[in-house]
């Protein structure tokens, strides 16, 4: 009797579930929970989308999924209900990617959160010369991309996310365009470049692409300065400056003088470093502390370079680049003063070491008795 | 070429997807800048991985510096006497050991620590101050430094040991042979009379204390 009762449960619940889910759920697992449901209906549309019209860009698809979807939310919450009472039947077949996937790599009809926001804030640099880089621009960039305003309750940060996530995006297309130049000079395609001129060319080419965004740059930059964004713009500058060096060659911690027979012989090795480099001898950590005074050279070339540029208006910021380059040529000067400086210092202390001994000689002191 | 990064530059909202741009971010492995397939690291799965591996490597390169410096005062000291020769070879090791580092670092874009400077300076003196002492005050200094090294990468094997020895294999394999010489020169240093130094008990122990010290810090900074 009661077995004949939970059957038809059961039975009623499941009748329920198939009313309530317009999309064929036949070959689709049923979802228990709601975040499950939530997203497992997302798959279905997706689906659903896909196998009805071929998608002509990703943004439709996206805009007329969400749309779909928002139908079902009303009906996803009557479904909750219903399948709290169903056992969890999970079938195999769908990869489970729900929690554990939190890491960014793209499921295969998958979106996670983290996808999503970047996705918004791309959308939302559109509105930035617009709205300034406010919670209004990423509101515009979540409606162009069929979602509600109220999205944006998904950032915390708000502006900070949005400054942060547009020098992400600058950083790692830097990285993209210093590696396909570091593959053409390795197939010979082109010249290397010297180091001064590399790092010239690295900072004008990441310092351009402010220039859409230059007249709201300056808010940018205070945002940065607030003091919950300032651990993240830090992190962010120092990746920076750390992949030119890298790419422009610097093995700094290589004091021993072995070439690495991969690597052609960068000037970025002499860069800055006081003496050749010495086989037998070796000398401290005025070359491992190359590794730092480079970034921060870098470091405070990019960072004043960046103010000049705000308040520049000559014409494709010609002012800029000669500032730019007076800068590097300064640090270039800094540093071969820095290499007289020490061999003058190596020549005196050898002067007086033979002075010494000459001393001694003349006194006698030398002979052992 | 820079025309072509600029035109590039416009299009980026389309070149790259989110999901690259985490990755960039979140897993800094060495990109395949070397010709050769070969590396002593594997290329981390994750920041978790990649920071301890930083961590071991930056303490590493830092001791094998010091150790040089250390030699370097010894040899400033007892260059000229009968000792001279056996520092030198001990000496030339370290230079080995340290070059290897140096490279492992430049490799997986690892920062090195810090307090290089410092442990310049404290080192050569470190070494120069014990060979004054003579030459059973050279190989006191060098028992004690050879032993916490040693001591110190055994615990580095056992840690990665513990982790995953399959993956870390090139990595233990250096540390190992690295090991086994300082564990030479530590064999080397009391052969040759390192515990006849009077007040060689305290000197051990403070040079030891002082290593540990080191480590801990290089670990950090």
């Known amino acids: ?369 | 070429m820079q025309r072509a990064a600029h035109t590039a530059l416009y299009d980026w909202s389309h070149v790259l997807g989110p999901a690259m741009i985490r990755q960039c971010l979140t897993c800094r492995a060495p990109l395949q800048l070397s010709s050769r397939a070969y590396s002593v690291i594997p290329p981390p799965r994750d920041t978790e991985e990649k920071e301890m591996l930083d961590r071991i490597l930056r303490v590493d390169h830092a001791g094998e510096y010091g150790a040089n410096r250390i030699y370097a005062g010894q040899m400033a000291v007892l260059g000229r006497s009968r000792t001279g020769p056996l520092i030198q070879e001990m000496w030339d090791q370290e230079k080995k050991h340290l070059e290897k580092f140096n490279e492992i670092l430049a490799e997986n874009r690892v920062r090195p620590t810090a307090l290089l400077p410092l442990w310049n300076v404290a080192g050569f003196l470190l070494g120069a101050s014990t060979a004054l002492l003579g030459k059973e005050g050279a190989m006191a200094c060098t028992v004690a430094v050879e032993e916490s090294i040693s001591e110190h990468y055994n615990s580095q094997i056992r840690a990665l040991m513990e982790k995953d020895p399959e993956r870390y294999t090139e990595l233990l394999k250096v540390i190992k042979e690295f090991r086994d010489d300082e564990m030479e020169h530590h064999d080397t240093g009391l052969e040759h009379d390192a515990e006849t130094l009077p007040g060689y008990w305290l000197l051990k122990n403070a040079i030891q204390l002082g290593c540990k010290a080191a480590i801990y810090v290089s670990q950090r900074v």
Not at chain 1, 20 to 34: D, M
Not at chain 1, 51 to 68: F, G, I, K, L, W
């Open chain 1, 1 to 369: 009797m009661a077995t004949l009762l939970r059957a038809l449960r059961a039975g009623r619940a499941l009748r329920g579930l198939g009313g309530a889910l317009a999309a064929p759920p036949a070959t689709n697992p049923q979802c228990s929970s709601l975040r499950r449901g939530f997203q497992c209906s997302m798959l279905r549309l997706q689906d659903e989308s896909k196998s009805d019209r071929p998608p002509d860009s990703s943004s439709t698809t996206y805009h007329e999924h969400y749309q779909a979807h928002s139908t079902e939310q009303d009906t996803t919450t009557a479904s909750h209900g219903a399948s709290a009472a169903e056992p969890e039947a999970e079938d195999a077949p769908r990869p489970n990617t729900s929690y554990q996937d939190q890491s960014g790599e793209q499921g295969e009809e998958y979106e996670t959160e983290e996808q999503l926001q970047a996705r918004i804030l791309t959308a939302a640099l559109e509105f930035v010369p617009q709205h300034g880089w406010s919670m209004e621009a990423i509101a515009s960039g979540a409606e162009t991309l069929g979602l509600s305003s109220a999205s944006t309750g998904m950032f915390h940060n708000g502006s900070g996310d949005l400054v942060l996530h547009f020098i992400a995006q600058c950083n790692s297309q830097l990285t993209e365009i210093l590696a396909e130049q570091h593959k053409q000079v390795q197939l010979g395609q082109a010249e290397p470049k010297k180091t001064a001129d590399f790092l010239r060319d690295a900072v004008e080419t990441r310092l351009r692409m402010h220039i859409p965004y230059i007249e709201t740059w300056p808010q940018a930059m205070s945002i940065l300065l607030l003091p919950h964004n300032i651990p993240d713009s830090l992190k962010h500058l120092s990746t920076l400056v750390d992949d030119i060096w890298y790419y422009a060659g610097d093995r700094s911690t290589d004091v021993s003088g072995s070439h690495h027979p991969r690597s052609p012989p960068s000037s970025a090795h002499t860069f800055l470093s006081p003496f050749h480099h010495h086989p037998h001898n070796i000398r401290p950590a005025t070359l491992q502390m190359n590794w730092y005074t480079k970034r921060a050279a870098l470091t405070g070339i990019y960072n004043t370079t960046e103010l000049v540029m705000l308040q520049d208006s000559s014409a494709d910021f010609e002012d800029t680049w000669n500032f730019l380059d007076n800068r590097i040529q300064d640090v270039v000067n800094m540093a071969s003063t820095a290499k007289q400086v020490q061999s003058t210092g190596e020549a005196v202390v050898q002067g007086l070491m033979g002075a010494a001994v000459t001393l001694k000689n003349l006194t006698g002191m030398n002979q052992r008795r």
